[in-house]
């Protein structure tokens, strides 16, 4: 049994069916990769995991635990952490004040009032962060504003934020989204070494196939709101439903 | 039945002034993006239009008359107008259409005083947060309102209508009820007609002309239609002198009603906020709709009747309702899903 | 720029200054002609309020235009205190700070569902609201337009107690035998402006505040990291509210009188101005801004026509009526005036207060002409002191 199952998740704006009878069954440590040309519904599927949309009809369980009507912040206290296409980062504070709050997230839950003691004296939670930091290689930019980062850095950064948490799951929504080959390629990396380091589940959402058989142990392809095809991703390069999905496979 | 119906009726007027302001705020905030808290201020500055043209054509040009002699053996002042003496039965005229006449003053100021406050003040603040947006209008608020206390003074000048108009109409009869069972100020039926008609203009020139179909196409997505180059400045712009001389014609008319005074501005600026949460920000229709249901509630709740009930409900309808809105429906009436929800 | 860094140490010492600061104002303030109880009090009174509107607007970024209404009920709840227990001004000020932290919760749990100027808007009405009522149904408790004020053949309970219930002339607020007027009432005053700069500081430094300071920045992402926002936005309104009403309490120590034009929203906006002069995120900034706007207000309406004459004397004749007419619109009764324009120019030129003022000014010197290519004051978020 995996550790997201997803059943017959239907989704409709309006006359139009985003989400058509959805399975999936992510298992626990896979690195997994939701493909799919524009408008396959893989978005809309992933907000649906984070509790912004709420399925029609259909089940998403984390653990045997229902994700359905929770709000964004328990699913993340649940451990599934989220990336955003574009990165989301706390611009106005300084990198370690950026990765000490998932920290203190954890330890302190969805709210607790601890307005007495210093941040500086949270020993547990900024040692948990400086080392994350050390890990993707921020360390020196500690006390930078993070709105000051680079793009690839600011990526680097939200995925700090997302693995101090020790999350049991994340979803990365279009990690290498709008950026140049180099930073991509940086960030290929980085998210393989996480898998080596970490070894946590992993959802990528993804259009680059480049990124995609870069990372990816396990590929669905999406087409019209309904996955078509599940594999390795040597499964998928064969396949020629996908090839059709992508209109001729040029990518592929 | 007749009761309810005056209760509509009387809170018509004042529902068109919200309705008025409120209009100008959601043009304003639809297209430029701007949360302009001196909108209440133009209102005002219309309203000293009026007053303004009223003392000037009011001048009176004094002559004594050595063949009448007072008591004290002095000549007798005769007073006169100007504009009685230039223009005989016509002055009279004008001098007593002296609050309809001001309109055509109050457009081209209005015009002008919105240009310079968009070109001179506003468009620095396109870009910068609505929290700055809020703060410089706020400050040019205060500093407006200020600067008429000093020229007019801090008390309320009353304005009078028409003669003809001056009276109230039995309006019940026209509905087929008794003689004197709904009588109605004449002006308030004209207030309510006149914007009526602006509301109606600023639809029409908003549906039929091209203009108006790039600040609508503007309104619904700032970010393309911005995409289309340097043409959409200017015509925010004009949006903005539109939106002025809406607010100033609101407020000339206003006079007859409300004796203008300095802080006239503000007090209509919050209810007019309020009347565009409830509409909806960023819905013209909203706003209307909004601005003319929240003046008749509020007729309503000044009822005797209903004040007996729940005592000062008069005072905080409009807030009552607005809080409500915004809990079971957060944008609004008739406002956009996502629009500045966030 | 070498930014100070927080550290407890710099803390404590930033808080030993500023006690000494205050403490030491009628001696540094004397030569500035402020140094006179009354003005003093009303220093510490507004910075009181102002630095507890920071901690809603400065760290959260939420902007409330409706703070005033908490100064009002403070006033109000301390003014009743008076009438029913007696003229000792503690339980009048803890009364104050719990009633209108109740008040405050309910308007903010309200308010908070929304976010943007549709909180601003909010919580304007809701002042508004306030306001109006103060004025018109609940006349019994306020006493409408005259203004609620203690009399001789109220309760007072605790003051016939202890067989202080007659008294001559005005009744005062008294702690101990001694009367919260004059310098007594400022030291009071100012006992509780460090309380509050203490209690300000620790929160400001606390993982509470971190989270605070990332609702401002980023709240979407904040909830993402599972963190629920809007229960943080409720404390840090709430702890705001309780600010406004010690400072609301505290000016009727000073003067027991409370009127509803104190809750107006020109006053909601006066402690925005206060903030943002100073600072809107910085510690000490909103109390600088509140001093020097209580300081000029001062100054600008006890100017006339007279002492004007006797500013520009030295000019010739002609241009001194000209000179004198146009100061005379910013002066006295013009107070108003020169506040609205200083709104704009604060806003337009500095939205990162004085502290961040200055502190560019430090960074331009010190890194010579290089450092202030990029001169545009809208840039400059306002920022977390370090």
Redesign the interface.
Same mark, same amino acid.
């Given at each position: 049994m995996g550790i997201l199952q997803v059943q017959n998740v239907n989704k409709s704006f309006g006359g139009l069916k985003a989400l058509n009878n959805v399975n999936l069954d992510i298992e626990e440590g896979a690195v997994h990769a939701i493909i799919g040309p524009n408008g396959a519904g893989k978005s809309t599927l992933l907000n649906c995991f984070?509790g912004r949309l709420r399925p029609d009809t259909g089940t998403v369980k984390f653990q045997g635990r229902s994700l359905l009507g929770l709000?964004?912040?328990q699913i993340?206290?649940a451990g599934v952490?989220?990336v955003?296409q574009t990165p989301? @980062?706390?611009?106005?504070?300084s990198l370690l004040?950026n990765v000490? @709050?998932?920290a203190? =997230?954890?330890r302190?839950?969805?709210?607790r @009032?601890?307005?007495?003691?210093?941040?500086? =004296?949270?020993a547990d939670a900024r040692a948990q962060a400086e080392a994350m930091l050390e890990s993707v290689g921020l360390a020196d930019k500690r006390n930078q504003h993070a709105g000051n980062l680079s793009r690839g850095d600011k990526r680097r950064l939200e995925l700090a934020?997302c693995l101090v948490?020790d999350p049991k799951l994340v979803l990365l929504d279009e990690p290498t989204a709008g950026m140049s080959r180099a930073d991509t390629n940086a960030t290929i990396d980085l998210l393989a070494r996480m898998t080596e380091e970490h070894g946590v589940t992993k959802i990528i959402i993804e259009h680059d196939m480049h990124v995609v058989f870069s990372l990816a142990r396990r590929v669905t392809v999406m087409a019209q709101g309904t996955p078509i095809v599940e594999g390795t991703p040597e499964e998928i390069r064969g396949d020629s439903r996908v090839q059709e999905a992508y209109l001729g496979g040029a990518h592929v | 039945m007749d009761a309810i119906l005056l209760q509509i009726l009387n809170g018509l007027d004042k529902g068109g002034a919200y309705a008025l302001i409120a209009l100008g705020l959601t043009l304003v905030f639809g297209t430029l993006g701007v949360v302009n808290f001196a909108h209440g201020a133009l209102f005002m500055l219309g309203a000293f239009c009026a007053v303004t043209v009223n003392q000037l054509i009011g001048l009176e040009q004094v002559t004594q008359d050595p063949t009448q002699l007072t008591p004290w053996g002095t000549p007798v002042e005769i007073r006169e107008p100007y504009i009685v003496s230039w223009l005989g039965d016509t002055g009279l005229l004008i001098l007593e259409y002296s609050v309809p006449v001001s309109i055509l003053a109050a457009i081209p100021v209005m015009i002008v005083i919105g240009l310079v406050m968009e070109r001179g003040l506003i468009q620095f603040f396109y870009k910068r947060p609505h929290a700055e947006q809020i703060l410089v209008t706020f400050g040019l608020a205060i500093v407006l309102q200020e600067i008429i206390k000093t020229l007019f003074g801090a008390n309320p000048l009353p304005q009078t209508p028409p003669d003809a108009l001056r009276t109230a109409a039995d309006v019940g009869v026209m509905f087929g009820f008794e003689p004197g069972q709904i009588v109605y100020p004449w002006w308030r039926l004209v207030y309510f007609l006149f914007a009526a008609l602006v509301i109606g203009s600023v639809f029409a020139f908003l549906q039929l002309t091209t203009f108006g179909m790039v600040v609508r196409a503007g309104m619904a997505d700032r970010e393309t239609v911005g995409l289309f180059g340097i043409d959409i400045q200017k015509r925010f712009t004009v949006v903005f002198g539109l939106a002025a001389v809406v607010a100033g014609l609101a407020g000339v008319m206003y006079t007859p009603i409300l004796p203008p005074d300095y802080h006239m501005g503000m007090d209509f600026l919050v209810l007019s906020f309020v009347v565009v949460v409830v509409g909806g920000m960023g819905s013209l229709p909203g706003a209307v709709a909004a601005g003319f249901l929240l003046g008749i509630l509020q007729s309503f709740a000044s009822m005797t009747e209903v004040k007996s009930i729940f005592p000062g409900i008069d005072q905080i309808i409009i807030y009552l309702v607005a809080v409500v809105i915004l809990l079971v429906r957060p944008r609004g009436l008739m406002g956009r899903k996502g629009v500045m929800e966030g | 720029m070498k930014p100070v860094k927080?550290?407890?140490r710099n803390d404590h010492l930033l808080f030993v200054v500023f006690a000494v600061v205050v403490l030491a104002m009628p001696i540094w303030l004397a030569p500035l002609g402020a140094g006179y109880p009354d003005l003093m009090q009303k220093f510490a009174i507004y910075g009181l309020f102002a630095m507890g509107f920071n901690i809603l607007f400065g760290l959260t970024g939420y902007l409330s235009f409706g703070h005033a209404a908490f100064l009002g009920v403070g006033s109000y709840t301390a003014v009743w205190s008076f009438k029913l227990l007696g003229m000792n001004p503690l339980p009048a000020i803890a009364l104050a700070v719990v009633t209108t932290g109740v008040f405050a919760w309910v308007i903010g749990y309200i308010s908070l569902r929304r976010t943007g100027i549709y909180f601003s808007i909010l919580t304007l009405a809701f002042a508004q609201m306030s306001y109006n009522l103060a004025y018109s149904v609940l006349t019994p408790i306020t006493n409408g337009e005259t203004g609620l004020r203690v009399l001789n053949d109220d309760p007072r309970i605790l003051d016939h107690m202890v067989g202080r219930g007659e008294a001559d002339g005005s009744l005062v607020a008294t702690l101990f035998g001694v009367e919260m007027n004059g310098m007594p009432g400022f030291y009071f005053c100012a006992a509780f402006l460090i309380i509050g700069m203490y209690i300000s500081i620790?929160?400001f430094?606390?993982?509470? $505040?971190?989270?605070l300071?990332?609702i401002?920045?980023?709240q979407?992402?904040?909830?993402?990291? $599972?963190?629920?926002?809007r229960?943080?936005a409720l404390?840090a309104f709430v702890i705001s509210g309780m600010y406004a009403g010690l400072a609301g309490g505290l000016l009727c120590v000073t003067d027991p009188l409370a009127g509803a034009e104190r809750m107006q929203w020109t006053a909601s906006g006066e402690v925005v101005l206060m903030t943002i002069l100073g600072g809107a995120g910085t510690l000490v900034g909103p109390i600088i801004g509140a001093g020097l706007i209580k300081y000029s207000e001062n100054i600008f309406s006890a100017f006339n026509e007279q002492t004007l004459h006797g500013i520009f004397a030295f000019l010739p004749d002609g241009i001194e009526g000209a000179v004198v007419s146009v100061a005379g619109l910013f002066v006295g009764e013009g107070w108003h005036l020169t506040l609205g324009l200083l709104f704009m120019i604060i806003v337009i030129f500095l939205p990162g207060g004085l502290i961040e003022g200055g502190k560019r000014l430090v960074d331009m010197t010190g890194r010579g002409p290089r450092g202030g290519g990029g001169g545009r004051a809208g840039d400059a978020?306002p920022?977390?002191a370090e």
């Open positions: 984070v709000s964004p912040h993340n206290q952490a989220r955003f989301e @980062i706390f611009t106005d504070l004040e000490t @709050i998932p203190l =997230a954890v302190d839950g969805a709210f @009032i601890n307005a007495w003691s210093r941040v500086d =004296a949270q934020m948490q | - | 927080a550290t407890a620790r929160i430094r606390s993982p509470f $505040g971190l989270m300071r990332a401002k920045t980023n979407n992402r904040l909830n993402y990291t $599972g963190v629920s926002t229960p943080y404390t978020a920022q977390a």
